[in-house]
């Protein structure tokens, strides 16, 4: 039982400080992801509403580099592959076609902004736990070299206690970034889904404008 006493207090230290480096870790890798969604998505929003209809924002060559111009890719991609007839009787199944491409692909980026999320989560509440049963080991540890020293004064109890208690502390100290991140990139998760399916709302309007087909013209370009 010593040696785990022993053990315990330090390899949950050393434990603590992997959490730590991962979630720091994620939280850069979110902040480089949201930033970067944030700029390709004003300039794409900026080029889209500025061309005169769907047709022709069809004919510009929109990069994949976030998740707003992956959509209307999708969009567009669904729009060209419409093969019915273009009346007024065939509108409808070309309708339900691209909604459902739209929310395919809004799943799929939900999901790829999602990543790293569950380990923070997870981090976040894990970690206090982890200290508290380093804490508690070491609080033992302290407790049988009091026992065998003979002494309970204020100057014996109150180092191997301290000492234990600071496995706690660091449990606690590595939780709360987590925890603060992923309030913070969930919050962000729903403001870009929320963006996604107001513009897939109005990628449809302007579908029906165009009967739900594009051009022969755009589709030879």
Request: glycine letters at 10%.
């Amino acid at each position: 039982m010593n040696d785990i006493t022993v053990w315990v207090v330090p390899g949950s230290l050393w434990l603590l400080g992997l959490f730590s480096v991962l979630t720091w870790s994620v939280i850069l890798l979110k902040a480089w992801q949201h930033f970067k969604l944030g700029g390709s998505s004003k300039r794409f929003l900026q080029r889209f509403w500025h061309a005169a209809d769907l047709p022709a924002a069809a004919q510009q060559d929109w990069p994949a580099d976030g998740p707003l111009p992956r959509l209307a890719r999708t969009g567009f991609g669904a729009l060209g592959e419409a093969d019915a007839p273009h009346d007024l009787a065939h509108s409808w199944d070309r309708q339900d076609a691209l909604e459902r491409h739209l929310r395919q692909q809004i799943h799929k980026e939900r999901r790829a902004l999602e990543g790293g999320l569950s380990l923070l989560a997870s981090i976040g509440s894990t970690a206090p736990f982890v200290g508290l049963f380093g804490t508690v080991f070491g609080i033992m540890h302290a407790l049988k070299g009091i026992s065998a020293a003979g002494s309970a004064s204020i100057d014996v109890v109150a180092g191997p206690i301290g000492e234990a208690l600071v496995a706690t502390g660091v449990g606690i100290a590595v939780a709360v970034p987590a925890v603060l991140a992923y309030n913070y990139f969930l919050r962000r998760l729903k403001l870009v889904g929320a963006d996604l399916d107001e513009f897939a709302t109005d990628f449809v309007n302007l579908a029906q404008r165009a009967r739900f087909a594009l051009p022969q013209r755009a589709e030879a370009a």
